[in-house]
């Protein structure tokens, strides 16, 4: 069964700081692998997502994520956090783009909190 | 162009009542998605339906149910409530199932049980 671990249930950053958000996933094939964010009362918004090819994949907001397979991890990164990232961030699975028959599978999230 | 709109946006039932929840999703899309998403935890998949069908179902007792329109809207009903039914229910629609599309996901309706 698939599965993905963020570690980390809260993390508190300075505005201007770097950040890294860590996910790990478990999976039997090759997967699509997602980060998403969430904001206070709205749906989830797409920061990225990878399938293959290069691993070092860029979103939206200044977001990038790397894949390492041999860590089983595609942790988010930012070099510098502006206080409008503050959000709930969600790692995520699946065997296809858009979720298809067997969904995808989400981590319990962190969140990000930004001091001034 | 509209995203994908949910209603109700809130919600109270009681025990043992009955809900349903509306997603409409983007205009072209012909797939959609529903999560259940419990205060502290990532979303859960409940339910995909692709061109009016069920083609996907997640771990979820009987007693959730759904279908999808000719429109390609949705509804998701849930069966004799509990308490733990509380929580904000997704929806989101991508156009089909193949690996060029993404979910867009809807604001969601947050459903409390008491």
């Known amino acids: 069964a698939q599965s993905v671990t963020q570690p980390d249930i809260h993390i508190t950053v300075s505005e201007g700081a770097s950040l890294e958000l860590r996910c790990n996933y478990s999976y039997g094939a090759t997967p699509y692998l997602f980060w998403y964010v969430q904001s206070p009362g709205q749906g989830l918004q797409l920061l990225l997502k990878?399938?293959?090819?290069?691993?070092l994949v860029q979103g939206i907001k200044g977001f990038e994520a790397e894949f390492k397979r041999s860590q089983s991890s595609f942790n988010l990164r930012k070099p510098s956090v502006h206080w409008s990232d503050a959000a709930e961030y969600f790692c995520a699975v699946g065997k296809y783009s858009g979720g298809g028959a067997d969904g995808l599978t989400f981590g319990k999230g962190t969140h990000l909190i930004i001091q001034p | 162009d509209a995203g994908v709109t949910q209603s109700p946006t809130h919600l109270i039932k009681t025990r043992g009542q009955q809900v349903t929840l509306r997603c409409s999703p983007i205009s072209g899309h012909k797939s959609v998605s529903w999560y259940q998403q419990v205060l502290g935890q990532g979303p859960q998949f409940i339910f995909q339906?692709?061109?009016?069908?069920?083609?996907g179902r997640g771990n979820f007792p009987d007693r959730f149910s759904a279908r999808q329109f000719p429109n390609y809207s949705s509804e998701l009903n849930v069966n004799a409530l509990l308490l733990g039914d509380s929580a904000l229910y997704l929806c989101?629609?991508?156009?089909?199932?193949?690996?060029?599309?993404?979910?867009?996901f809807g604001a969601g309706s947050r459903l409390t049980v008491l």
């Open positions: 339906y692709y061109e009016k069908e069920e083609r």
């Open positions: 989101a629609s991508s156009w089909g199932n193949s690996g060029a599309n993404v979910l867009t």
């Open positions: 990878y399938f293959s090819g290069d691993t």
